[in-house]
């Protein structure tokens, strides 16, 4: 099992910053790709970045030049930076590991709450 434990989210005004860490601990043995998710209410999940363990990265249109996804593979740690939050971004986000061994197999965060005032 891998154990994810988010941290960073908040209430932050329009054009603000905050930056979210996942770390994860347990069977981290086969940790892949890294990566956030983000849900609104009435919306469906939808990705945000994800980090390849090489580094390759892609984001949602929407970020794209506002957040930078990170990782420091030797704490097992997967960040979201942040910039010039908009209100639209107002989400609870989501952490999420894939793992390859013996299978592949998802793993998600408890879920932490960004909220962005106009």
């Known amino acids: 099992q891998v154990q994810l434990v988010e941290s960073g989210g908040g209430l932050v005004q329009a054009g603000g910053s905050l930056r979210l860490s996942c770390a994860a601990a347990g069977s981290i043995l086969g940790i892949t790709t890294m990566g956030w998710y983000r849900q609104a209410p009435g919306k469906q999940r939808e990705l945000v970045a994800r980090?390849?363990?090489?580094?390759?990265?892609n984001y949602e249109d929407s970020v794209k030049g506002r957040f930078t996804i990170s990782r420091d593979n030797g704490r097992n740690t997967v960040y979201l930076q942040m910039n010039n939050l908009k209100p639209e971004d107002t989400a609870v986000y989501y952490c999420?590991?894939?793992?390859?061994?013996?299978?592949?197999?998802?793993?998600w965060g408890q879920g932490t709450q960004v909220t962005v005032s106009s």
């Open positions: 999420n590991v894939v793992r390859v061994f013996a299978g592949v197999r998802d793993y």
């Open positions: 980090i390849t363990r090489a580094g390759v990265t």
